[in-house]
């Protein structure tokens, strides 16, 4: 493989290009999406582009992950500034209860929607599926809504949709059994622009437990997963008609320290990844790398995001914008979120 590297580990983002086949990356922005959190912790950001140069990102806030005062906040990003974040939902729910929120995730379903999906309940083996609508760009939002029973919107990374206006979501399930937590993923799709679900299993009977998918596209047809595992590798299964079935559940070669992670397939065809390439143990997510694949299954380390002795460095969200640039937030410490941005040629 034709692999030149000009610069591989990057300490403070300055203007070096990454080299990969003819492929160049070129670091661009580095900066914190709050200048003074209104949280004492967050956690699981999302990212999104609007429209030219304009950004929405959200993650979850509160005292402490699991508590009841964790709310999601939204932020907007207008000529490179992000502002103060706004709280966009708690989690009281009609029972009168406060519950915490999770992981939210931006997506545009359609031309005139944004959904914020979003999960809410006293913890992933018990949390369910909420989304709320925005049909004026994130200006304002419409009331939370829960999802149908058994549908829990894209776990942690955004779902795709297909040439033929096919949605599909990368979800999974934490659930606590007499033998102890069983980790599956499943996919949710929905033909109408989310208005209507079906669930699709994948490989129910694997041995491996596996979360938090996200989507990789090879054609309309051939499609990737790449999941978090808490077997010490991510895991992958493929589709072969557009997402209707998958494979069987295997390893990759990449390591992972039971983290999230998110991967994207960008618009000419090669795929790039960002994960904590560590297995479990002390301070395994002090590490975060940037890969670049061309075949979804060979992936090389291009960059180094982060890489201490200690600290939490995590959960990150890939999106390549309309001028072709990278877009990646991730957790930094459970105090902020980390934005940076890459120009790709």
């Known amino acids: 493989m034709n692999l030149r590297i000009h610069l591989f580990y990057i300490t403070f983002l300055s203007f070096y290009t990454i080299v990969y086949g003819q492929f160049s990356l070129s670091p661009g922005r580095e900066t914190m999406l709050y200048t003074t959190p209104p949280f004492e912790e967050c956690h699981a950001s999302t990212i999104m582009e609007l429209s030219n140069g304009v950004f929405l990102a959200a993650a979850f806030g509160g005292t402490k992950e699991g508590n009841n005062d964790v709310s999601i906040w939204l932020s907007r990003s207008e000529k490179g500034v992000w502002r103060v974040p706004k709280k966009i939902t708690t989690g009281l729910s009609s029972d009168g209860i406060q519950y915490p929120n999770w992981n939210p995730v931006l997506y545009r379903v359609s031309p005139t929607e944004i959904v914020l999906f979003y999960k809410t309940g006293p913890s992933p083996r018990e949390w369910w599926g909420m989304y709320k609508v925005s049909t004026d760009e994130g200006k304002s939002w419409g009331p939370s809504i829960r999802l149908p029973e058994g549908i829990l ?24 059994t007499t033998e102890g937590l069983s980790w599956k993923i499943h996919i949710e799709k929905s033909t109408d622009q989310g208005r209507h679900w079906t669930k699709i299993p994948i490989d129910p009977t694997t041995p491996y437990d596996v979360i938090q998918p996200s989507i990789l596209v090879h054609s309309q047809e051939k499609l990737q997963l790449l999941c978090r595992s808490r077997n010490d590798t991510l895991m992958q299964s493929f589709s072969y008609d557009g997402g209707n079935s998958w494979s069987t559940i295997t390893k990759t070669h990449l390591p992972n320290p039971n983290s999230g992670t998110d991967a994207i397939t960008l618009s000419n065809g ?16 002090a590490k975060l790398n940037m890969a670049i694949s061309e075949d979804g299954l060979l992936w090389k380390d291009v960059v180094v995001l982060e890489e201490e002795k200690r600290g939490e460095f995590s959960y990150p969200a890939l999106i390549q914008a309309a001028d072709g640039s990278l877009h990646l937030t991730y957790t930094f410490n459970r105090k902020n979120i980390k934005y940076l941005t890459f120009t790709v040629e």
């Open 153 to 176: 919107g894209p776990i942690k990374n955004k779902p795709i949709t297909l040439a033929n206006g096919t949605l599909l979501s990368p979800s999974s399930t934490e659930t606590r």
């Open 270 to 285: 090669k795929h790039v990844l960002v994960y904590n390439p560590t297995t479990k143990g002390k301070n395994d997510r």
